[in-house]
């Protein structure tokens, strides 16, 4: 079983900045994609940006610019630095793991508020 813990969440003015963890755990073999979504009330989870192994990168139009994925694969981690965050932003990120077997891991989720 693999388990996932974000972290670095938080409150955060219009324009602050934040930096999202997430480190696997247990049974993790060969980690295939990593990467962020995230769910704003009422609405459905989204993608936020997702990194290879090979690195590279792929991210949501709405955030392009301000945020970064970036990965350990030592540490099995990912990681997300969210800079000039708006109003807009304001979520439940959760972490996501797909396997190269196609095994998809979600972690519990971390709030992030963004706000005056």
């Known amino acids: 079983q693999v388990q996932l813990v974000e972290s670095g969440g938080g409150l955060v003015q219009p324009g602050g900045s934040l930096r999202l963890s997430c480190a696997a755990s247990g049974s993790v073999f060969r980690i295939n994609v990593m990467g962020w979504y995230r769910q704003a009330p009422g609405k459905q989870r989204e993608l936020v940006a997702i990194i290879t192994s090979g690195d590279s990168a792929t991210y949501a139009d709405s955030v392009k610019g301000r945020f970064t994925i970036s990965r350990d694969n030592a540490k099995n981690a990912v990681y997300l630095q969210m800079n000039s965050l708006k109003p807009e932003d304001t979520a439940v990120y959760f972490c996501?793991?797909?396997?190269?077997?196609?095994?998809?891991?979600w972690g519990r989720g971390t709030q992030v508020t963004v706000t005056s």
């Open positions: 996501n793991l797909v396997s190269l077997r196609s095994v998809s891991y």
